[in-house]
């Protein structure tokens, strides 16, 4: 009864697709951390990563092929964090990064970390096709805005990963400027 109990509340806060947080759990964490984070006045940073071109991959090979390019990018993703950085996928190709105790600086280290990984690395997509994965992503922090709230710096990262696509994607902006 307890393996099923734990099998079905690891279900419910997971994305079974990517093994990361889903939004809800993700928000669920969030606000503890900020408010930790605001208690010992620690800086809490948040950053945004949308996949680009993920619709034309989907279009071009399947949902089979996107799944497995999302699956690639959670590991990626993960594989790019510290120990207390918390990571979700929040939208189809959309994830989030929760980073406390990060500095705006550190939080834009992180992302330019992950961005560099995921171009990095070739990936087999159909028998003999291999495609390389980019991203835009968007970086707030609790130290330029003051504000702790999580749906905030969510919001204020988004609005800088949507700057980054329309300045060419793949590319990391850690302010309203670049």
């Known amino acids: 009864m307890y393996v099923l109990q734990s099998s079905l509340q690891w279900q419910a806060w997971?994305?079974?697709l990517t093994r990361l947080y889903n939004r809800g759990a993700l928000f669920?964490?969030?606000?503890p951390l900020a408010k930790l984070c605001q208690t010992h006045q620690h800086p809490f940073s948040v950053i945004q990563v949308d996949l680009d071109h993920f619709k034309a991959i989907n279009d071009r090979f399947g949902h089979q092929a996107g799944d497995r390019v999302l699956s690639?990018?959670?590991?990626?993703?993960?594989?790019?964090?510290?120990?207390q950085d918390v990571a979700g996928r929040v939208g189809g190709e959309e994830f989030c990064v929760i980073l406390p105790g990060a500095s705006l600086t550190e939080a834009a280290e992180v992302a330019e970390r992950i961005?560099?990984?995921?171009?990095?690395?070739?990936?087999?997509?159909?028998?003999?096709?291999?495609?390389?994965?980019?991203?835009?992503?968007?970086?707030?922090?609790?130290?330029?805005?003051g504000d702790y709230d999580f749906e905030q710096l969510q919001?204020?990262?988004?609005?800088?990963?949507?700057?980054?696509?329309?300045?060419?994607?793949?590319?990391v902006f850690a302010s309203d400027n670049a």
């Open 14 to 16: 997971h994305d079974t």
């Open 28 to 31: 669920e964490k969030a606000r």
């Open 72 to 83: 690639h990018a959670a590991g990626l993703i993960s594989s790019s964090l510290r120990a």
């Open 115 to 145: 961005r560099l990984k995921l171009n990095e690395k070739e990936m087999l997509i159909a028998k003999s096709t291999t495609i390389r994965i980019s991203a835009s992503l968007g970086v707030s922090s609790s130290e330029e805005t």
């Open 155 to 171: 919001s204020l990262a988004d609005r800088r990963l949507y700057l980054a696509k329309q300045a060419g994607r793949n590319r």
